[in-house]
């Protein structure tokens, strides 16, 4: 067994100086407006971008935020352009008989999304985010019933509802077949 070697401090900021300009392309961005989104000089941002930088963690939290991405995508090994992920590949909890299904197979910094599928006649009780968390729930086939804000409301499919998703809130369906849903959970950056 051959024991792996740390890359290198050039190998890193090599990758980091390619992810970040990948990064910023892919948004159609310029230097200039990526620096004042993350609220850093643009010299700084240029100086990742060369390759030559050493930043702080501040710097990387800086830059990962404006590009909303996890810090770890930053330095990351390149990833290929495109990635299948065949059914059943991503991960699914039950919750009692109702299975929860997330949708995104890497990490978005604050955010989740996942595809809820209530059989006949059952509840899930969601678990209160943090403050200031906003959630976005729309109803794909069947009806769901959710109560948020100590108020009911009837989602048929197509419809969606915005709540806050730093309270009590639970997903009921009625009706005599599935129901299906999907729940965008955006958390309130912390800072």
Same mark, same amino acid.
């Given at each position: 067994?051959?024991? !792996?070697?740390?890359?290198?401090?050039?190998?890193?900021?090599? *990758?980091?100086? #390619?992810?970040?300009?990948?990064?910023? &392309? =892919?948004?159609?961005?310029?230097?200039?407006? !990526? @620096?004042? +989104?993350?609220?850093?000089?643009?010299?700084?941002? @240029?100086?990742?971008?060369?390759?030559? @930088?050493?930043?702080? &963690?501040?710097?990387?939290? #800086?830059?990962?935020?404006? &590009?909303?991405?996890? $810090?770890?995508? +930053?330095?990351?090994?390149?990833?290929a352009e495109a990635?299948?992920?065949?059914?059943?590949?991503?991960?699914?909890? !039950?919750r009692g008989d109702?299975?929860? #299904?997330? %949708?995104?197979?890497? =990490?978005?910094?604050? !955010?989740? $999304?996942?595809?809820?599928?209530?059989?006949?006649?059952?509840?899930?009780?969601?678990?209160?985010?943090?403050?200031?968390?906003?959630?976005?729930?729309?109803?794909?086939?069947?009806?769901?019933?959710?109560? =948020?804000?100590?108020?009911?409301?009837? %989602?048929?499919?197509?419809?969606?509802?915005?709540? *806050?998703?730093?309270?009590?809130?639970?997903?009921?369906?009625?009706?005599?077949? =599935?129901?299906?849903?999907?729940?965008v959970v955006v +958390?309130?950056?912390?800072?």
């Amino acid at each position: 067994m051959t024991a !792996m070697s740390a890359p290198s401090a050039e190998d890193v900021a090599a *990758r980091l100086a #390619r992810n970040v300009k990948q990064l910023r &392309l =892919a948004r159609s961005q310029t230097q200039q407006q !990526m @620096a004042k +989104l993350s609220g850093l000089p643009r010299a700084t941002w @240029a100086h990742i971008e060369s390759g030559a @930088a050493n930043p702080t &963690l501040t710097v990387l939290r #800086r830059v990962a935020f404006a &590009l909303q991405v996890a $810090i770890e995508e +930053l330095i990351a090994e390149p990833r290929a352009e495109a990635k299948h992920y065949p059914k059943g590949s991503l991960p699914t909890r !039950m919750r009692g008989d109702v299975s929860v #299904r997330s %949708l995104l197979p890497d =990490a978005i910094a604050g !955010m989740q $999304i996942e595809r809820i599928e209530l059989p006949k006649g059952t509840r899930l009780v969601g678990v209160p985010h943090t403050p200031g968390t906003r959630e976005y729930l729309t109803c794909e086939t069947g009806a769901i019933e959710l109560v =948020a804000s100590a108020q009911s409301y009837r %989602l048929e499919p197509g419809d969606v509802v915005v709540f *806050r998703g730093d309270q009590r809130h639970s997903y009921l369906n009625r009706g005599s077949s =599935a129901a299906v849903g999907y729940s965008v959970v955006v +958390l309130k950056p912390v800072g």
